[in-house]
């Protein structure tokens, strides 16, 4: 795939009406006040927002919250996004009551340069999620330029997300931007040595990363839930921990997958185990190999996080997906923070990509120190594994 795309300071926006697709799907209060608990996907998209009214558009902004399944569903309306946006850009948000209704069509027609306003929930339409052309063309016929800057949508070929782009110029707002140059230049021509770290609950989930990876990485480091199978499939005792049987026979064929192709592949060597998946569970540090009947595997041990950490000191990259063990208790969040920590030293560009990997890193208070963490979890995931993202091929090659 081309990650070379076309952005907003490519094409001339001035007096012009631009479809601009963000990502708004923030999580809300669940007693339906229209709360939004967690604003920062509305921030997020402010400095292209403000770039296109700087430079004099008139901003048509949509984007889809929640799983509607093409009803209008109230609690799902995006009035609450843009009574937020309008606090932050201290400016009129004007709302329109459908997505390409009547009430829309008029405002966008109406919209002067320098003014936004945003379209209701796309998924209130059935055919946003079907790709329907018949949708996508009417959301462009307002806008004369697409802009998309939902880099978490980017995975999904929705007639917002990639359909439009049939009928509209379409380029990259900042925010894909920035996953395009980093994530993109990662994959594609990376600062070596290349240490990718893979961890989280299941082998199964992350198969495709695992793949993609063994191609591209010098080191592949290996922790978290999924550590158990690679462990169980080489003979060793898991107790209760996490097993996927499904995936033991894959997980020796990537482990002499590496070896052959001279991958450095490093799997946990001692363990911190509890006697109940709690957070105040009983704990103990055994070998990987021998975890006793009735305990479970949590987090890596100490031996395990000094030979990650030395393994990521000289990295010249990392990618990290997966955190090293059950971090939501602060018991056993050892590993995942001592690997934090070890990333927040290096020179390395540091990725984080993944929901809970940088949920764990806001948590543990590394966030900043992280070249980039990555605005899209399902996407960032697609994005890794090396498949093509339907968001970013309709765009504009450079
Ligand atoms: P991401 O969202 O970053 O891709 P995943 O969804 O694959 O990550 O995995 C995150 C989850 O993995 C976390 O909820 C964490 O508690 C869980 N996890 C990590 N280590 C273990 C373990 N040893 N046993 C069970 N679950 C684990
Ligand atoms: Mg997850």
């Known amino acids: 795939m081309n990650y070379n795309k076309k952005t907003v300071k490519d094409v001339d926006v001035a007096g012009k009406k631009v479809l601009l697709r963000c990502d708004f799907n923030v999580p809300m209060a669940k007693d339906a006040s229209g709360v939004i608990t967690d604003d920062k996907r509305i921030r997020a998209a402010l400095p292209t927002i403000q770039y296109l009214l700087e430079q004099g558009a008139a901003v048509v902004a949509c984007s889809h919250m929640g799983k509607p399944k093409g009803e209008v569903k109230p609690e799902l309306s995006l009035k609450p996004v843009a009574a937020r946006l309008s606090e932050l850009l201290g400016k009129d948000v004007i709302m329109a009551d459908d997505v390409v209704g009547p009430d829309a069509q008029a405002k966008a027609a109406a919209l002067q340069p320098g003014q936004i306003m945003l379209l209701e929930n796309t998924r209130f339409e059935p055919g946003e999620t079907k790709n329907d052309p018949a949708l996508a063309k009417a959301m462009a016929d307002m806008a004369e330029v697409y802009v998309s800057d939902a880099f978490g949508a980017v995975h999904r070929a929705h007639a917002s997300t990639a359909g439009v782009a049939e009928y509209l110029p379409a380029v990259s707002g900042f925010l894909i931007e920035k996953e395009l140059q980093i994530i993109g230049g990662a994959l594609a021509n990376p600062k070596r040595p290349l240490v990718a770290i893979l961890g989280g609950s299941k082998v199964s989930s992350k198969i495709g990363v695992i793949n993609n990876l063994l191609e591209i990485a010098d080191t592949i480091i290996i922790g978290g839930g999924m550590s158990y199978t690679f462990c169980a499939a080489r003979g060793g005792k898991i107790g209760n921990s996490l097993l996927e049987e499904d995936w033991m026979d894959y997980a020796n064929e990537m482990v002499k997958k590496a070896a052959d192709k001279g991958v450095k592949l490093l799997l946990p060597v001692d363990t911190v185990c509890g006697d109940a998946f ?99 979890g399902g996407a960032s995931l697609e994005f890794m594994e090396g498949k093509e993202l339907p968001g970013v091929a309709c765009l504009l090659d450079k």
């Open 278 to 376: 709690s957070p105040d569970a009983k704990q103990m540090v055994v070998d990987t190999d021998c975890i006793p009947d009735g305990w479970t595997g949590m987090d890596i041990g100490p031996e395990t996080v000094k030979q990650y950490c030395e393994a990521v000191a000289d990295a010249g990259t990392v990618i990290w997906n997966g955190p090293m063990g059950v971090f939501e208790f602060p018991a056993f969040a050892k590993g995942t923070e001592a690997v934090a920590e070890a990333l927040s030293k290096t020179n390395a560009i540091t990725i984080i990509g993944g929901g809970d990997s940088a949920a764990a890193v806001q948590q543990l208070g590394y966030a900043d120190k992280m070249t980039h963490i990555s605005t899209g």
